[in-house]
Each structure stands twice: as C-alpha cells, then as structure tokens.
C-alpha cells in the first residue's frame, strides 16, 4: 500500500497600516494572497513568512493563526494567517505578475479564483477563528 501523498500549505492574509490588504496577481489564478508549500523542515507560519516575501517583496510579522482550508479531493491543506507589514516595497516575482496593497473592499473584488474570496473574507473576521473548512 502506497503512503498517502499530501500537500500542506501556508497563505498570509497581510494588512499595512493604512488597513490595505496585499495582493499579488499570478499568471495562473488572478489577485490572491501570497503563499505557497511548506518545505520540509519549515513551520507553516515560517512558510506563510517566507512565501509573502518572495512573492511580493514584502516582509510580514504573522499576528495571528486564523485557520484551515482542507481540499479532501487533492489532499491539500491550506493554513491561513494573518500578518502585518513590517518592510520591504512591492516587487515582481517569477511568481507574481502584479503586487500591490488595496482597499478591502476593492481587493475583495479582484479575488476572483474559486474560494480565495472565502479564505480571506473568513481571515478578515476575527469571529470566526479559528476556524477548519473542508471540501
């Protein structure tokens, strides 16, 4: 019998101090939040760190855990934090076509891939932490 095979991932949910949410467009998905895959020997929130900065440019302090977004089908765990800005400017990545800091509402509105609305509207509101959503 085959192990199972798992994905683990870590997003950040960055805000400045304007209350602007950090986006990064990506040639595959459109505007979301940065994040990617954990790598061995990293923790998510060191992830969620790491990912933010080689995406965007930017420099994040994880604020707090937010969440679990589970895709039973792939087998993909997707963490979710909320991070604040803390350095560096936008920048371009292979990764990221486009990185900017938006009004909420506006940035809610340019998240247009599948459920990272959700993950973030759900990130946003402290409420519902933490919280564990699978599909």
Same mark, same amino acid.
């Given at each position: 019998?085959?192990?199972?095979? #798992?994905?683990?991932?870590?997003?950040?949910? =960055?805000? $400045?101090?304007? $209350?602007?949410?950090?986006?990064?467009?990506?040639?595959?998905?459109?505007?979301?939040?940065?994040?990617?895959?954990?790598?061995?020997? +990293?923790?998510?929130?060191?992830?969620?760190?790491? +990912?933010?900065?080689? +995406?965007?440019?930017?420099?994040?302090?994880? =604020?707090?855990?937010?969440?679990?977004?589970? $895709?039973?089908?792939?087998?993909?765990?997707?963490?979710?934090?909320?991070?604040?800005?803390?350095?560096?400017?936008?920048?371009?990545?292979?990764?990221?076509?486009?990185?900017?800091?938006?009004?909420? +509402?506006?940035?809610?509105?340019? =998240?247009?891939?599948?459920?990272?609305?959700?993950?973030?509207?759900?990130?946003?509101?402290?409420?519902? #932490?933490?919280?564990?959503?699978?599909?």
């Amino acid at each position: 019998m085959t192990p199972p095979k #798992h994905i683990v991932s870590a997003a950040a949910i =960055v805000l $400045n101090d304007k $209350n602007e949410l950090l986006l990064i467009k990506g040639p595959r998905r459109g505007w979301e939040m940065p994040g990617g895959q954990v790598e061995e020997g +990293e923790s998510i929130q060191e992830a969620a760190v790491r +990912e933010t900065k080689e +995406e965007s440019g930017i420099e994040i302090e994880i =604020v707090k855990f937010c969440g679990i977004f589970q $895709n039973v089908e792939r087998s993909i765990c997707n963490t979710l934090f909320l991070g604040k800005d803390i350095g560096g400017q936008p920048t371009t990545s292979p990764e990221s076509l486009e990185v900017g800091f938006f009004p909420i +509402e506006k940035a809610l509105e340019m =998240v247009t891939w599948k459920n990272f609305k959700q993950r973030i509207e759900y990130c946003l509101d402290r409420t519902t #932490h933490p919280f564990f959503i699978d599909f």
